[in-house]
């Protein structure tokens, strides 16, 4: 029988990952400024929740005709999303970039990012890419996500599975230039903590206090 352990929260320590580079403010487009993408980073497959997500940007669509929606990452389902792109008929909308080594230009001309996860996420990366190029996050209730997405500050924290609320907060966030601007300006804010070396030097202090320890 294998005996449980309960680690008390005192002893728990939670390290993000950081950024080797924040953008500085010459390189970003002001939020106002930018195309109409809504853009997706993660790679290909069934917990990111693309196939669901596809019926959320038909109904998008209709309310925002001019939006486009980029995926960037590897395809690891076999082209099914390809073909029910173009089953829903949404060639036109929807731009499969595939695996990219460098996706800051993805980051500098979005207006929206999307994480459409299911589950079986940590804290993305993805995520604090966003917000350090200063693009609100939409994001599923998620393993960490709400803990990088400030509900309603830098972008909206939903319940996972609620294509409904997806839909309503995609065409409300991109059509209100205020809250978008807010919360563009609030995510630069908050990414700043999640450069290289903060998330190094509380690495380092971890193993020192556990080198002491011992």
Known sequence: MVKKCRLSAEKIEVVYNGLEYLPRNTDLIPILERKPHILTVANINQRKGHLEYLSVIQKVLIQIPQAKFIFVGRDDMNGIIQKKILEYKLEKSVIL???????SEFYKN???FVLPSLWGEGAPTSIIESLSWGIPVISYDVGGCSELVDDNINGYVIQPGNSKKLTE???N???NNIQIK????NGLVKARQYNLKNSSDKHEKIFHKLISST
């Open 182 to 185: 807010k919360m563009s300006n």
């Open 169 to 171: 907060k995609i065409i």
């Open 97 to 103: 970039s595939g695996f990219q080594t460098d996706v």
């Open 173 to 175: 966030l991109f059509n």
């Open 110 to 112: 979005a207006k929206l």
